[in-house]
């Protein structure tokens, strides 16, 4: 079955780095084109990257525009979301998606504070 298994979230400082992988399995990685998404409390679920099948094509939200930089890794079978100068409002749960089979992972949590 299709998995999504993501990792590397934790508390940073604002000004600060993480990288995020989303481990896929139970499908052909190579095939699907992969997303990132994430929730902030009380807010919707909003789409934050776009990587295509080859990772030749990717597309940003405007707030992480120029900090975050979406990537795969296809023998891999891992996405990565690379987020630099973090900020507050960066805080929320992190979820990879894949659209062709409507799944999700469970999420990992990102917290940006002083």
């Known amino acids: 079955q299709v998995k999504l298994v993501e990792s590397g979230g934790g508390l940073v400082q604002p000004g600060g780095s993480l990288r995020l992988s989303c481990a896929a399995s139970?499908?052909?990685?190579?095939?699907?084109?992969m997303y990132w998404y994430r929730q902030a409390p009380g807010k919707e679920r909003e789409l934050v990257a776009f990587i295509s099948t080859t990772g030749r094509n990717t597309n940003y939200t405007d707030s992480v525009k120029g900090r975050f930089t979406i990537s795969r890794d296809n023998p891999k079978n891992t996405v990565y979301l690379q987020m630099n100068n973090l900020k507050p409002e960066d805080t929320a749960v992190y979820y990879c998606?894949?659209?062709?089979?409507?799944?999700w992972g469970q999420g990992t949590q990102v917290t940006v504070s002083s």
């Open positions: 139970g499908f052909i990685f190579s095939n699907a084109a």
């Open positions: 998606y894949v659209s062709r089979f409507f799944s």
